[in-house]
């Protein structure tokens, strides 16, 4: 029996960006997206789940009118929730709304200095995020900055770090740009050396005002591996991927996915329009690429890694969407060297 602990919900794909790299390739909302009563009830099946933890995701999240009545049903039953916002339609009046509705946490979204980050995004869209960090943190909600990594905006993280320090945010997650979606289409240079990035975090992550870390798709077991996760302990090492495992996505049209960034259809488990949740997630059948995966299925240097057994080759998603290969991490920075 499998414990799900989180999932990331995208309940529209409206937004009002259409960035260069977004993997979603968000803009205008999908036909027939999940009424309220349907979201509402998929609300009650993770909390029924045990499901400790939402982040909610768009395009963005604000463009829903009916946000704040999902986001309520969660939090009214105890599941904590996150949204992940790009802060451009962030208004004041937005900050009681929050707090009504009992949010834990925003993530906004800023990928570098303001030249680069208005350069995918949109024009004043820096100014934008700013001002909605600043807002939410004089209003005591509590903040965290996630930044998306290609080859240009890599070598910019100690300007954005610049920046940043004189918040005092929550976290700083960095991740690694998919070439999926948008980012796959307009031919992002997304490759960048993950090393680098892993060093940079370990020059800052004690000196930091805030907790910072790498994302999961960015790795695996160099020597700082148990600290550079957001968690100091030393002991925050990574155990493979969780789609399916512990964590489920939901796009805006009830398509369950083992995460939200395997943004393919040969994913999809199932959709809550014709299921429920708990018959798909109790299903010993479904997310057979992790539940059914042991180390022979891994490939490249990962089937020689003495570690490969213990982070599972990867980033399922991250590796599918670079070169095809489940099993395989393409740019591990550390165990698959030591193979």
């Keep these: 029996m499998y414990n799900l602990r989180m999932c990331v919900w995208e309940i529209t794909l409206a937004c009002c960006f259409s960035c260069k790299y977004c993997g979603s390739a968000g803009g205008k909302a999908r036909e027939n997206e999940l009424t309220t009563e349907e979201c509402l009830s998929v609300a009650d099946q993770l909390a029924e789940l045990g499901c400790q933890r939402v982040s909610m995701i768009g395009g963005e999240v604000f463009m829903r009118r009916d946000w704040k ?8 039953q105890g ?8 802060g451009f339609i962030f208004r004041e009046s937005l900050i009681e709304d929050l707090k009504e509705v009992n949010i834990e946490s925003i993530s906004v979204s800023l990928d570098g200095p303001k ?6 995004r949109q024009e004043g869209s820096y100014d934008r995020a700013i001002r909605a960090i600043e807002e939410l943190l004089s209003a005591g909600i509590p903040v965290s900055v996630i930044s998306t990594l290609n080859s240009e905006n890599a070598k910019l993280l100690g300007e954005l770090y610049k920046i940043l320090r004189k918040y005092s945010l929550y976290a700083w997650q960095l991740q690694a740009c998919s070439p999926m979606g948008n980012a796959a289409n ?6 960048f050396d993950m090393q680098e990035v892993i060093d940079f975090v370990v020059a800052n992550m004690y000196k930091a005002p805030f907790a910072m870390g790498v994302a999961d798709n960015i790795g695996y077991f160099t020597e700082a591996e148990g600290s550079i996760r957001g968690n100091l302990s030393g002991k925050a090492f990574f155990k493979g991927c969780s789609a399916g495992i512990s964590a489920i996505g939901i796009d805006s049209v009830g398509n369950v996915r083992g995460c939200e960034s395997m943004y393919d259809e040969r994913f999809n488990e199932g959709n809550l329009r014709n299921e429920s949740l708990r018959s ?9 690429y992790n539940r059914k995966f042991r180390k022979e299925l891994l490939t ?3 089937a020689e890694c003495e570690l490969g057994e213990y982070c ?3 980033c399922r998603s991250y590796n599918y969407f670079v070169h095809g290969k489940l099993y395989e991490s393409p740019f591990c920075a550390g165990g698959a060297k030591r193979g």
């Design 69 to 76: 009545d999902i986001v309520k049903r969660l939090t009214d």
């Design 79 to 86: 599941v904590r929730v996150n949204i992940i916002t790009n």
């Design 115 to 120: 030249e680069v980050h208005d350069k995918y």
């Design 186 to 191: 307009n031919g992002i240079a997304f490759q």
């Design 280 to 288: 798909i997630w109790e299903d010993p059948d479904r997310f057979a």
């Design 300 to 302: 490249g240097k990962c």
């Design 312 to 314: 599972a080759g990867g």
